[in-house]
T-cell receptor
Framework: AQKVTQAQTEISVVEKEDVTLDCVYE???????LFWYKQPPSGELVFLIR??????QNEISGRYSWNFQKSTSSFNFTITASQVVDSAVYFC?????????FGAGTILRVKS | EAGVAQSPRYKIIEKRQSVAFWCNPI?????LYWYQQILGQGPKLLIQ????????DSQLPKDRFSAERLKGVDSTLKIQPAKLEDSAVYLC??????????FGPGTRLTVL
C-alpha cells in the first residue's frame, strides 16, 4: 500500500535559519511521482514541485531545494534563509494511478 | 487562467442536516477530485471523476455522501445527513491527463 510519513509535526525557526522538512514514502510501484505542496493560512494547496521516480537529481528553485533518495525512500525539502512568509503547513504527497496520497503535514512557523 | 473555484467558502450546519458544495475546475481539465481534510491531517481522496464518469469512489461514505459531475465540467458534493465527524475542509482539485493537480480554496464545513 502507498503511504507517506512526515514525522515532524511542527517546526519553529527564527527568520534566516535554514530548515529541512522530512518525507518518507512507501510504494511497491516502480513508476510514481512525488510532490510537495504548501498550505498557507488561506487554506489553498499550492503546488511546489513534482519529481518522478526515475529522476533522482536534486533540484533547487530560489531558496527551495529538494533531495530525492530512492535508496532511503525519502524526498526531503529544505528552505534556505527562511522568511516569515514561509510559515505554512507543508505536505508531501505520493501519486499513483492519478491519485495522491498525502502525509499528515508539517507545520512550519518562522518567527521574526 | 482562472483557477479552481469552490463555493461556499464556509458553511455551518446542525447535525442531520444536508449540505452541498460546488466546484468548477480549470477549463479543459478532464479529471476532477474531491478531498476531505480533517483538521491536523492531510487531504484524503473521496472521489475522482474522469470527464463525467467516476474513476474511484472507494473512500466515499456512500450512505451519506454523493457526488456528481454532469456534463463533465463542474461538480457538486452532497452530504445527507451530516454527522459531527464530517466537520472538515472539502477541497476540489482538477488536472489534465498529468499527475499535477491544482486545488481550489476549499469549503470549511462545521457540523454542530
Amino acid at each position: 500500500a502507498q503511504k507517506v510519513t512526515q514525522a515532524q509535526t511542527e517546526i519553529s525557526v527564527v527568520e534566516k535559519e535554514d530548515v529541512t522538512l522530512d518525507c518518507v514514502y512507501e510504494t511497491r510501484d516502480t513508476t510514481y511521482y512525488l510532490f510537495w505542496y504548501k498550505q498557507p493560512p488561506s487554506g489553498e494547496l499550492v503546488f511546489l514541485i513534482r519529481r518522478n521516480s526515475f529522476d533522482e537529481q536534486n533540484e533547487i528553485s530560489g531558496r527551495y531545494s529538494w533531495n530525492f533518495q530512492k535508496s532511503t525512500s525519502s524526498f526531503n525539502f529544505t528552505i534556505t534563509a527562511s522568511q516569515v512568509v514561509d510559515s505554512a503547513v507543508y505536505f508531501c504527497a505520493l501519486e499513483y494511478g492519478n491519485k495522491l496520497v498525502f502525509g499528515a503535514g508539517t507545520i512550519l512557523r518562522v518567527k521574526s | 487562467e482562472a483557477g479552481v473555484a469552490q463555493s461556499p467558502r464556509y458553511k455551518i450546519i446542525e447535525k442531520r442536516q444536508s449540505v452541498a458544495f460546488w466546484c468548477n475546475p480549470i477549463s479543459g481539465h478532464a479529471t476532477l477530485y474531491w478531498y476531505q481534510q480533517i483538521l491536523g491531517q492531510g487531504p484524503k481522496l473521496l472521489i475522482q471523476f474522469q470527464n463525467n464518469g467516476v474513476v474511484d469512489d472507494s473512500q466515499l461514505p456512500k450512505d451519506r455522501f454523493s457526488a456528481e459531475r454532469l456534463k463533465g465540467v463542474d461538480s457538486t458534493l452532497k452530504i445527507q445527513p451530516a454527522k459531527l465527524e464530517d466537520s472538515a475542509v472539502y477541497l476540489c482539485a482538477s488536472s489534465l491527463p498529468s499527475p499535477e493537480q491544482f486545488f481550489g480554496p476549499g469549503t470549511r464545513l462545521t457540523v454542530l
